[in-house]
């Protein structure tokens, strides 16, 4: 077993902290990447990997938990089945995690039919069952969750009570239910009810507070609305990759750089050259590709110029292609 890096991380956090938020085929090394180029949180999140898939050894499972060096990960994962999670959890020891985070949120049918992540919220019993597996296995590796308000209505005082007195060492509210999806606004007060349950229950427990942060400015409103130790950023890093960096210019009243915003077309292309290379470099030959689209829409939209060259790329099937119209609007 490697040496841990980070021993009591969460606890050595300032207040508040931000961290990016594991996102299905976004939040992988290369985006980890760039992002701690552009001004890293103070944590990373991978992306959420099947425990079922890391025992087995399935490559593209380990290759979504690839560290991204000097900025703490935490490897999330999910599933259903408490061996795995004992399992999974106990092939993670042997790598530089930060922590281990189990998925009890994500709102995808496809994936709460089968009774996991945000659909354990219908099922406690279990769930409570899969964090102590995790906890049993990771010995110092501390173990977290993230999760939702609930299923259809705010639960925080059965679901996140609950979870709270299994002693996570974070636990992460997104101030939605499932049954929202992406809808509507997070309900930031179900979010301060869950802070307060914990002041109570585990008040060694860091909350991370998760919904509609898309502005640098959020983060210090929230953390005085809350009393959350730490924010999360999700699809906010769409509309600002730079939130990160802004922010703690702001808090530390610094100069502030250039807003992503104010980014005119050709440095928005050199940007997404420049992750289009990483990508290939990263995920090579196969059907990765496609995946590459859903970032360009990251770097141009907003104006007609921008949109009409991402209507190219769209068109676009491979990564020479895709390069050749970003290099004849890169001159």
């Known amino acids: 077993m490697s040496d841990n890096r980070w021993p009591n991380f969460w606890q050595s956090l300032p207040r508040p902290f931000v961290a990016l938020a594991p996102m299905e085929n976004v939040s992988d090394f290369v985006f980890r990447q760039l992002i701690a180029g552009f001004g890293a949180p103070d944590v990373f999140f991978s992306e959420f990997v099947s425990a079922r898939a890391l025992v087995s050894g399935r490559q593209d499972a380990w290759m979504s938990l690839c560290n991204p060096g000097d900025h703490p990960l935490v490897a999330q994962i999910w599933g259903t089945d408490p061996k795995l999670i ?13 922590g281990v985070d189990l998925n009890m949120g994500c709102p995808q049918p496809k994936i709460t039919r089968k009774g996991a992540c945000g659909g354990l919220i219908k099922n406690p019993n279990l769930a409570y069952e899969l964090v102590r597996a995790a906890q049993e296995a990771a010995k110092t590796l501390p173990v977290s969750v993230k999760t ?6 705010s639960e925080i005082e059965t679901w996140i009570a609950g979870l709270l007195e299994l002693k996570p060492a974070a636990l992460t509210v ?3 239910t499932v049954d929202q999806m992406s809808d509507g606004l997070a309900d930031w007060t179900a979010i301060a009810e869950a802070v307060a ?10 909350v991370i507070g998760n919904g509609d942060l898309e502005i640098p400015q959020e983060v210090d409103s929230r953390f005085e609305q809350t009393g959350v130790d730490g924010l999360m950023v999700a699809r906010g890093i769409f509309k600002d990759p730079f939130i990160f960096r802004r922010w703690k210019e ?13 980014l005119a077309l050709k440095q928005r292309v050199e940007l997404a050259r420049y992750h289009l290379d990483l990508f290939e470099e990263f995920r090579g030959d196969g059907p990765h590709f496609e995946i590459m689209k859903k970032f360009f829409k990251v770097y141009l939209s ?10 190219r790329l769209n068109l676009t099937h491979s990564w020479d292609q895709a390069r050749a119209i970003l290099i004849e609007h890169s001159s």
């Open 148 to 153: 939702r308000i609930g299923w259809k209505q």
């Open 86 to 98: 004992y399992e999974a959890v106990k092939l993670l020891l042997d790598y530089d995690f930060a």
């Open 197 to 206: 349950l914990k002041n109570q229950i585990s008040p060694h427990t860091i």
């Open 250 to 262: 702001i808090k530390n009243k610094a100069p502030l750089s250039p807003a992503f915003a104010d």
């Open 302 to 311: 907003g104006t007609a110029e921008r949109e009409a060259v991402r209507e």
């Open 174 to 176: 997104h101030g939605r």
